[in-house]
T-cell receptor, first 109, second 114 residues
Framework: KQEVTQIPAALSVPEGENLVLNCSFTDSAIYNLQWFRQDPGKGLTSLLLIQSSQREQTSGRLNASLDKSSGRSTLYIAASQPGDSATYLCAGGGGKLIFGQGTTLQVKP | SAVISQKPSRDICQRGTSLTIQCQVDSQVTMMFWYRQQPGQSLTLIATANQGSEATYESGFVIDKFPISRPNLTFSTLTVSNMSPEDSSIYLC???????????FGSGTQLSVL
């Protein structure tokens, strides 16, 4: 059974800092890995999708990597801004997506 | 991408009543998914709604409590029946994008049961 874990649960950084969010999964037979952003009380916004045949994806200041052999994915945020403050969720699966608990990020001005 | 409209965005309901949440997609999709996010928790899949057939429920969720309709390829409803305070959560609908890879979500319904 696929389990997805995110570390850390919460993170507070000053504006401008580069940071890494971690996501680990137990079943390496993962079809794809998707990163989402969730603002308080809101739905989810898809950030990046990494397919099983890919190693990384980039969008603006965001870069996500996938290492199936180690069961890990990372989301790298460059030059963080206060507007990046949100909860970041990773989800992986082969059919149904299994979600991690999320990392709540606060970027202080 | 897929654009999903979900309503209501929030509601406060009394114990024992029912609430129906609507989800409208701007394109035809085969499968629609309903998730629940309890306070401080991650998302849990409730069921998968297929057009023309009964929804497929995940372990721990039953049709009597969470009846789902899927009358066509762009619309679905989830009803939370006989509500109790434990049902207070965010409920989200989602669909796979046109290439059936990326999952897109509606804006969610924040439900509070008194």
């Amino acid at each position: 059974k696929q389990e997805v874990t995110q570390i850390p649960a919460a993170l507070s950084v000053p504006e401008g800092e580069n940071l890494v969010l971690n996501c680990s999964f137990t079943d390496s037979a993962i079809y794809n890995l998707q990163w989402f952003r969730q603002d308080p009380g809101k739905g989810l916004t898809s950030l990046l999708l990494i397919q099983s045949s890919q190693r990384e994806q980039t969008s603006g200041r965001l870069n996500a990597s996938l290492d199936k052999s180690s069961g890990r994915s990372t989301l790298y945020i460059a030059a963080s801004q206060p507007g990046d403050s949100a909860t970041y969720l990773c989800a992986g699966g082969g059919g149904k997506l299994i979600f991690g608990q999320g990392t709540t990020l606060q970027v202080k001005p | 991408s897929a654009v999903i409209s979900q309503k209501p965005s929030r509601d406060i309901c009394q114990r024992g009543t029912s609430l129906t949440i609507q989800c409208q997609v701007d394109s035809q999709v085969t499968m629609m998914f309903w998730y629940r996010q309890q306070p401080g928790q991650s998302l849990t899949l409730i069921a998968t709604a297929n057009q023309g057939s009964e929804a497929t429920y995940e372990s721990g969720f039953v049709i009597d409590k969470f009846p789902i309709s899927r009358p066509n390829l762009t619309f679905s409803t989830l009803t939370v029946s006989n509500m109790s305070p434990e049902d207070s959560s965010i409920y989200l609908c989602s669909v796979l994008g046109p290439f059936r890879e990326k999952l897109f979500f509606g804006s969610g319904t924040q439900l509070s049961v008194l």
